[in-house]
Nanobody, 122 residues
Framework: QVQLVESGGGLAQAGDSLRLSCELS????????YGWFRQTPGLEREFVAA????????DYADSVKGRFAVSRDDAKSTAFLQMNNLKPEDTAVYFC???????????????WGQGTQVTVSL
């Protein structure tokens, strides 16, 4: 059974950096594309970034472009989201997801992690 486990969330101040990790077990990490989403209470899940298997530039939401970087380490079965220059509006639960294509549509992803809270204060 495929499982995704996120880690690395926590408390940060504006301008700080955090790195989220997403480790896959029970499946072939190399076979999947990976997306990161975030959600705040009362709002829909929001696309953040996605990375494909091939040498294609990652996709980023405009709100994080230039501050966040998504990467993957196939040898470690782990995807990463490096978040720099954090802002209070980045506060959310962050989820990673795996699927067969890079897309901004959360419904197209097959597996989801449990989420990790990121809270950014002024």
């Amino acid at each position: 059974q495929v499982q995704l486990v996120e880690s690395g969330g926590g408390l940060a101040q504006a301008g700080d950096s955090l790195r989220l990790s997403c480790e896959l077990s029970g499946g072939n990490f190399n076979a999947y594309y990976y997306g990161w989403f975030r959600q705040t209470p009362g709002l829909e899940r929001e696309f953040v970034a996605a990375i494909s298997r091939r040498r294609v530039p990652p996709d980023y939401a405009d709100s994080v472009k230039g501050r966040f970087a998504v990467s993957r380490d196939d040898a470690k079965s782990t995807a990463f989201l490096q978040m720099n220059n954090l802002k209070p509006e980045d506060t959310a639960v962050y989820f990673c997801a795996s699927g067969s294509t890079t897309t901004r549509n959360p419904e197209m992803y097959d597996y989801w992690g449990q989420g990790t809270q990121v809270t950014v204060s002024l």
